[in-house]
């Protein structure tokens, strides 16, 4: 609660001297109060004086009789404060909203690749994506999505060589045929050495804008948008084909890349390759690694490739922040592509660019997810399970409109569990776990929010305001409700959309406790008034969590 931070940092002020930052934590338990501060602590420990004295003296110089109980010191020196009543119905009747911050971040993430259907591989990436876009958004940042979809490059050449070689009209394939035809030219390029020098010879003709070559290319590409977007549709991700720019799209730009890095003098001839080797980056037996940014045979990598998007996205997208969702595995190459855009130049120190990276989604055997036959697992039909799965769980319900909570409960499930935990750890895909109705998962949320709708919907009336929170377990959810804009906050500023799951996750739990201690319809005169109106805050609580996170909330279940 800023107030609170601003009082302790003015009360420091008033007995030390110094308006130091109080680090205001909620409290760890309930006998703690609502929030500690271990100002007295470390104030102590820089002045050479007992926590406790120096505790006391901040207390004494603390001024929020009108928004807490008298504080209370506890331990070494720890300071608890406990919010009135009148506070947190305040703060619940009036919350924290977010206004534009003026600046603009650049999202790019899902990044499937052309003439491949989509596999579980891009779950993680569009999912903690689109939860990041909407967060962003929700705090002040104009946000631009990017769909940096793979589209360009040797495994194109070696396509569209084969399917000339084959004789095969390009018309004819479907994104499956696209697959099997990558399928073949692989082992073809594997096992046949003059045909992989000519499947890199038809890349170069693909920069180079052959137009048979490009016509081919074309198709593949659309072919693939139409499928990819149903998957999004599936998903019910909200990237579009606007927001795809993919290689295909720096491709003009990818020979002014190399002319400058090369007149920086960044740049190093290494067996007719054009390479960066940058400082401090070494591979395992200790030779320098470097940034390939044209290869031998004219033809440009994707480093060169990223690192135009790095220039566009600042220069002519003027972003304040780049954001990048790709798994783990990409770490080093990210760190290298913004360290050479930096020294070239392209990515001023005031804009960061980060790199949100992920772990792995394991299947029962805590393996990479498979299917039976060791294949990858396609995304679409991963959802569509989800969804059979969350229609079983609807049998004998009344009321419901099956089909669009089938779809809403399968596809949260999925949502939830994989940003529940924290991005940077692998999960094992759980169906039975994920749909369950019980314990921290999405079909839990949502079905708290149906809960609400429906008792919401009995209680009739328009809704007031909470005006008394006699009962500790309206209190504690009160205050859980307090902290909802400070944890999207914490999202924004962190890029881990977990700590928002667990946030639901305690309203939601707090919820439960709040129902069986605290009757709500049956109360009587302004206490039932009050507790609807706490629940008509949850209920949007809820609501406007989930939808953060890409998750619908159904009013019935």
């Known amino acids: 609660m800023p107030v609170l931070s601003t009082r302790l940092s003015a009360a420091a002020e008033a007995a030390f001297g110094t308006p130091y930052d109080p680090e205001l934590r909620s409290a760890t338990k309930p006998e703690f109060g609502h929030f500690q501060s271990n100002l007295a602590l470390r104030i102590g420990n820089a002045a050479g004086l007992p926590p406790r ?72 990436s569009t999912v903690i994506g689109d939860a990041l876009c909407n967060v962003l958004s929700y705090v002040g940042y104009d946000v631009i999505r990017q769909n940096h979809v793979g589209d360009w490059g040797t495994q194109y050449g070696m396509m569209i060589e084969q399917l000339l070689a084959e004789g095969t009209a390009a018309q004819s394939l479907d994104l499956e045929g696209l697959q099997r035809l990558y399928e073949r030219s692989r082992k073809h390029f594997d096992a046949d050495g003059t045909f992989a020098d000519q499947a890199r010879l038809r890349v170069v003709a693909l920069q180079s804008g052959d137009p048979e070559t490009r016509a081919i290319w074309r198709h593949m590409v659309d072919v693939s948008m139409d499928d990819f977007e149903k998957v999004y549709a599936l998903l019910g991700s909200k990237l579009t084909r606007q927001d795809v720019v ?68 600042v220069s002519t997208l003027h972003a304040d922040r780049i954001v990048y969702v790709v798994d783990h595995r990409q770490a080093l190459h990210f760190d290298m592509i913004f360290t050479l855009a930096r020294t ?5 120190a005031t804009t960061p660019a980060e790199h949100v990276s992920f772990g ?15 294949g990858t697992v396609k995304l679409v039909d991963l959802l569509s399970s989800a969804v059979s799965r969350a229609d079983a769980l609807l049998d004998g319900r009344d009321g419901v409109d099956r089909n669009a909570t089938a779809k809403a409960v399968g596809i949260g499930a999925v949502k939830y569990a994989d940003l529940s935990s924290d991005r940077g750890n692998d999960y094992v895909f759980d169906l039975d776990r994920m749909v369950a109705m019980t314990g921290n998962t999405g079909p839990y949320l949502q079905y708290a929010h149906a809960r609400l709708t429906r008792l919401l919907s009995k209680a009739g009336g328009a809704a007031g305001e909470v005006t008394e929170l006699r009962d500790p377990a309206e209190q504690r959810l009160a205050f859980l409700l307090t902290g909802f804009a400070a944890t999207v906050q914490q999202v924004a500023d962190t890029l881990q959309p977990h700590r928002l799951c667990t946030y639901l996750y305690d309203v939601a739990s707090a919820l439960s406790v709040f129902y069986e201690q605290c009757p709500v319809l049956s109360s009587e005169g302004a206490t039932r008034a009050s507790r609807v109106a706490l629940c008509t805050a949850t209920r949007k609580v809820l609501q406007d969590g989930l939808g953060l996170l890409g998750i619908e909330a159904p009013d019935a279940m």
């Open 360 to 374: 792995t989604v394991l299947g029962p055997n805590g393996k990479p997810f498979k299917t039976r036959e060791g």
């Open 246 to 313: 993919g290689e295909s799209a720096y491709n003009d730009d990818l020979p002014r890349v190399v002319a400058e890095l090369d007149s920086q003098g960044l740049l190093t001839e290494s067996d007719g390759a054009m390479c960066a080797f940058l400082p401090g980056y070494l591979g395992r037996d200790g030779d320098p690694l470097p940034v390939i940014v044209r290869k031998s045979d004219g033809g440009f990598g994707y480093s060169a490739t990223d690192l135009a998007a790095v220039r566009h996205r």
């Open 53 to 124: 004295e120096v505790a006391a003296r901040l207390v004494e110089a603390l001024e929020i009789d009108d928004l807490c109980e008298r504080p209370e010191i506890a331990g070494p020196g720890f300071i608890n404060l406990t919010l009135l009543p009148s506070t947190l119905t305040n703060a619940v009747n009036e919350p924290e909203t977010f206004g534009s911050n003026g600046l603009r971040v650049v999202v790019d993430y899902s990044q499937p690749n052309v003439a491949k259907q989509m596999h579980v591989g891009h779950l993680r």
């Open 344 to 348: 070239a130049g392209w990515l001023p």
